[in-house]
């Protein structure tokens, strides 16, 4: 067993921080800090749509709950790096304290269970829009509770076998002593390189496949330019966890080869810094690609597939309204061509929103214009509901006592309609 009195140089109590690791300790824990406060925010206004949800709607959304569990682990990931700012404090890493305990424990859960989460949003997100499949609720809560057990049973492992001696120096933070190769391995490392290839490889599976449904004419044209637009927008949830945990991990896996290859202190500050970004990047994506998810006024139905991504940059589709444009007949070889039916006088000209615009009489004093359209109902899409709740908010009484707008009458309709049957 590990004994603090044998600690080498590399795992004893760093007396003194150098000064230029004092800028690279500053930016890993103001970026913790800024990832520590932002995944707090969200938690906390996703808990209260979740129980606003359940006591309105008596229903909750999946995708939903599955952000919820990766703020948490983002949390503790962003918390082990905050608590960097105790050493710069003191000017010194002190092992034998709470402190070192703590740190080396939230490094150990909160960077295993954001791979979790990651992962697991990339298989529901493939099970979702490409398989059509959701866990019934009694499987996907059990599911939760397994993961979460699966991560904090692994994270324990080496606390049972070497208690709170497990955790030193490493670098310029606490974790797990650098003698634990296979321990480092196997309780962390394996895992976090299985779910960055893991995820990878989903939205790698699942940008193909819609590719491959766009050129087959599986969607409209209209949803096909949204869903080539989403398509590309995948591909950054995975990028992203890559970038925020590769470095760390590499430098951790070229350490276990022997000290000569062992990284410098500022080369680790670099590699936290990136990997502390996770929650802050993790919130802004999210928040941004499935906004419609997070801020809905009502719980948003689980089997809304592609239709739950928010492309920004693409405009979406008027879903509302019409149009009609009349050309007139022009003679000579460049005008517009027509079907002419000589027996009525009848000429229709084709239009590209599937209306008709008849001529009748051509060629006497008085021309009739006749203007066919077709109405097409479709069910009520995601942007449509949050179009109709905008609306609402807009004339909703102020104050406990308040009065609706008196121009609200047509919005309370809207909120009935909005309401589901």
């Not at 909750?60 to 503790?76: E, G, P, R, S």
């Not at 993961?147 to 208690?163: A, D, E, H, K």
């Not at 810094?273 to 689980?302: C, H, K, Q």
């Amino acid at each position: 067993m590990l004994a603090f009195e044998h600690l080498d140089r590399d795992s004893d109590t760093l007396p003194t921080l150098a000064p230029h690791i004092h800028l690279w300790l500053r930016a890993v824990v103001v970026l913790g800090f800024l990832s520590f406060l932002s995944s707090l925010t969200l938690l906390v206004v996703l808990a209260f749509k979740l129980l606003q949800w359940q006591i309105k709607s008596k229903r909750t959304n999946q995708f939903v709950i599955l952000i919820f569990n990766l703020l948490w682990a983002d949390i503790q990931q962003s918390l082990a790096f905050l608590l960097n700012v105790e050493w710069l404090r003191l000017d010194s890493v002190v092992v034998r304290t709470p402190i070192c305990f703590a740190q080396g424990w939230l490094v150990s859960t909160g960077d295993l269970g954001s791979g979790v989460w990651c992962f697991v949003i990339g298989l529901h997100t493939f099970a979702s829009v490409i398989l059509d499949y959701r866990l019934s609720f009694r499987a996907f809560f059990i599911t939760i509770i397994a993961l979460w057990t699966f991560v904090y049973g692994v994270s324990s492992i080496g606390v049972g076998m070497y208690s709170s001696e497990i955790y030193v120096r490493s670098g310029v933070w606490c974790w797990i002593h650098h003698d634990l190769k296979d321990l480092r391995l196997w309780t962390h490392y394996i895992w976090i390189f299985v779910f960055e290839f893991g995820n990878v490889i989903i939205y790698a599976v699942i940008y193909t496949i819609l590719l491959k449904r766009i050129r087959s004419g599986y969607y409209t044209a209209i949803e096909a330019k949204r869903v080539k637009a989403i398509s590309n927008l995948m591909v950054v949830y995975p990028v992203v966890y890559v970038i925020c945990t590769l470095p760390l991990a590499t430098a951790r896996m070229s350490a276990m080869r022997g000290s000569a290859h062992a990284p410098s202190l500022a080369r680790l500050c670099l590699a936290g810094a990136m990997i502390t970004s996770n929650g802050w990047l993790d919130v802004l994506l999210y928040t941004v690609t499935r906004r419609i998810m997070i801020f809905s006024d009502e719980p948003p139905p689980d089997n809304n597939g592609i239709d739950t991504f928010s492309a920004f940059w693409v405009e979406p589709p008027k879903r509302f309204g019409a149009a009609c444009t009349i050309e007139g007949a022009s003679s000579g070889r460049n005008a517009p061509s027509s079907r002419r039916k000589p027996s009525n006088g009848l000429i229709t000209m084709a239009s590209e929103n599937d209306s008709a615009l008849d001529l009748c009489g051509l060629g006497s004093n008085d021309i009739k214009l006749v203007t066919t359209t077709h109405v097409v109902s479709e069910p009520a899409q995601p942007e449509d509901y949050e179009e109709m709740a905008a609306e609402v908010r807009k004339y909703r009484p102020r104050t406990p006592v308040g009065r609706w707008s008196e121009d609200s009458s047509n919005v309370k309709d809207m909120e009935l309609a909005h309401i589901p049957n």
